[in-house]
């Protein structure tokens, strides 16, 4: 897990230093809304269904996950997309209620979705997490 986070870090550190390397260029690594919420279902659907972390069946764009909870072995029984919200950093965000195994009751998770090719789905605590927000 350290490894993923450490990796996660350094990624979004150039992610971060190439979206503030020219004024104007942030809409460049935000995704279209239908293209944020299919890499969403992709992501929840490949959970659901039983796949490892962090393999989707995507293939173009590709997909990168973090998702604390989906590595950490927990089973996802059933989620409903809720909402989407625009966060001040532009990301996407999607509100989602999921029901993990062996707990009784859903709980609301936000996911931010950014990038192009890839496309990178967080949950919004790994999120603030690895970014420093």
Known sequence: MLRVQVWS???LAGFMAAGCSKKGDVKDFIPDD????KALTTVLDAW????PF????????????????????KKLTAYEIIGTTTGEDQNKRFTVK????GVSAPKDT?????????????NEVDYKAT???
């Not at 069946?57 to 072995?73: C, H, N």
């Open 48 to 51: 659901k269904s039983g796949k």
């Open 131 to 133: 970014s420093g927000l």
């Open 54 to 73: 962090p393999q989707t069946d995507a293939t173009a764009p590709k997909i990168d996950v973090l998702e604390s909870d989906w590595q950490a072995g």
């Open 34 to 37: 239908d293209i944020a919420r």
């Open 98 to 101: 999921i029901t993990l195994d």
């Open 110 to 122: 936000v996911y931010v979705i950014l990038g192009k090719d890839p496309l990178w789905v967080f």
């Open 9 to 11: 870090c350094l990624w």
